[in-house]
């Protein structure tokens, strides 16, 4: 299995606003397109999901820019993969309305896949967005350039 980029920058955008020790500070799609040389364009698309799922708080115009909605002890990784992956069908015939498969309807291998599934999320679930930025808080903030390295 593997996620799609979408979820995979949808990641990178929590962690990196999350990093940014001014909750109140509107960071702006450039900053963290730059930072993790990313488009922009796709980092829009992946801001407005995670602002419409309640993650990110949006202002538009100028001088806007996101923010979290919630504190990171409250965004469980699970609940954002499972906000931005399209579905979860790792064979075709778990997607909604396949026929293509005869078995379809009487597989004894989809069950196990579906447990499969719900147990990745779970084990996601107990992780939130303060976990995944613990005591590297300062190393990501090295790392994506928010402060200077010798800060």
């Given at each position: ?9 949808a ?22 397109s730059?930072?993790?040389?990313i ?22 115009g100028?001088g806007g820019?996101v923010?979290?909605?919630r504190?990171?002890?409250a ?23 396949n ?24 084990v996601?679930?107990r992780?939130?967005?303060a ?21």
């Open positions: 299995m593997r996620l799609t980029k979408h979820s995979d920058y990641l990178r955008v929590l962690i990196y606003v999350a990093a940014v020790r001014d909750r109140e500070r509107l960071i702006s799609t450039e900053e963290i730059e930072s993790y040389a488009s922009s364009h796709h980092l829009v698309k992946v801001v407005g999901k995670l602002g419409k799922a309640g993650y990110l708080e949006i202002k538009r100028r820019g923010r979290l909605a504190d990171p002890e965004i469980r990784i699970g609940e954002v993969i499972a906000a931005t992956e399209p579905d979860f069908a790792f064979v075709e015939c778990m997607q909604d309305g026929q293509a498969c005869p078995l379809t309807g009487a597989c004894a291998l989809v069950p196990p896949l579906q447990e499969a599934q719900e147990a990745f999320l779970a996601l679930d992780y939130t967005l976990d995944v930025i613990g005591r590297r808080g300062h190393a990501y903030r090295k790392l994506l350039g928010i402060i200077r390295v010798g800060a």
